[in-house]
Nanobody
């Protein structure tokens, strides 16, 4: 059974840091594209960062230079290091593991709340 579980969210003051984790079971993360999304109240879900199986990364402009996505294939876990947090980073953060060629999968975690106070 496939499980994707995020952790590491919480309440932090502006300028602080958090590291989110995305632990997978039933899927080998090394063959997946891993993405972190976020959804703030009243807003659409937004792609924040992604890393492919070959290690290529991409970020939305608003987090470039502050967030870093990484993966530890040995632990079957991905991370999102978030530094210099701003109140506008407040959202529920979701981890997505996807693969478009065989074996195809598209799995989401339940989300973890990040709240940045001003």
């Amino acid at each position: 059974q496939v499980q994707v579980v995020e952790s590491g969210g919480g309440l932090v003051q502006a300028g602080g840091s958090l590291r989110l984790s995305c632990a997978a079971s039933g899927i080998t993360v090394s063959i997946a594209t891993i993405a972190w999304y976020r959804q703030a109240p009243g807003k659409q879900r937004e792609l924040v960062a992604s890393v492919t199986g070959s290690g290529a990364t991409d970020y939305v402009d608003s987090v470039k230079g502050r967030f870093t996505i990484s993966r530890d294939d040995a632990k079957n876990t991905a991370y999102l290091q978030m530094n210099s947090l701003k109140p506008e980073d407040t959202a529920v953060y979701y981890c997505n593991l996807v693969r478009r060629t065989w074996p195809v999968f598209d799995n989401w975690g339940q989300g973890t709340q990040v709240t940045v106070s001003s």
